[in-house]
C-alpha cells in the first residue's frame, strides 16, 4: 500500500525557512505536490513536481518563496519554504500521483493525487 510520511513541520518566525520532507513507499510516482489547508478553508495547491522531467508548478502565493524538488532515488521529496509569513500557516500535505494526469491540467488540484500522507503543521508568528 502506497505510504507517505512528511516530516519537518514546526514553529518559526516570519522571514524564516523550513524544510518539509516527504518520504514515499517503494512505490515510485509520476506526480508529487505539496498542498496546505488551514481550518474552515479548502485544501490549496502549493507546488507540485512532474517527477520524470522534473517540471515544477507553484501556487502565486510561493512563488519565489518556496522549492519543490526530489532526491535522485525519488524516495524523498521536499519543500524549501523561504521568507515565511503569517499566512503560511497551515497543515502541509504530501500528495502523490502514480501516473500524471492527460491532457492540460492544473496540476496543483488536489483531484488529480491518489495518496497522500498525514500531514505536519507549520506555524508561522509574526
Known amino acids: 500500500q502506497a505510504q507517505l510520511v512528511e516530516s519537518g513541520g514546526g514553529s518559526v518566525q516570519a522571514g524564516q525557512s523550513l524544510t518539509l520532507s516527504c518520504a514515499a513507499s517503494?512505490?515510485?510516482?509520476?506526480?508529487m505536490g505539496w498542498f496546505r489547508q488551514v481550518p474552515g478553508k479548502e485544501r490549496e495547491g502549493v507546488a507540485a513536481?512532474?517527477?520524470?522531467?522534473?517540471?515544477?508548478y507553484y501556487a502565486d502565493s510561493v512563488k519565489g518563496r518556496f522549492t519543490i524538488s526530489q532526491d535522485n532515488a525519488k524516495k524523498f521529496v521536499y519543500l524549501q519554504m523561504n521568507s515565511l509569513k503569517p499566512e503560511d500557516t497551515a497543515m502541509y500535505y504530501c500528495?502523490?500521483?502514480?501516473?500524471?494526469?492527460?491532457?492540460?491540467?492544473?496540476?496543483?488540484?488536489?483531484?488529480?493525487?491518489?495518496?497522500w500522507g498525514q500531514g505536519t503543521q507549520v506555524t508561522v508568528s509574526s
Open positions: 513536481l512532474k517527477t520524470g522531467n522534473l517540471n515544477t
Open positions: 517503494e512505490y515510485t510516482y509520476d506526480l
Open positions: 500528495a502523490a500521483s502514480p501516473r500524471l494526469p492527460w491532457g492540460n491540467v492544473d496540476f496543483l488540484e488536489a483531484l488529480y493525487y491518489h495518496y
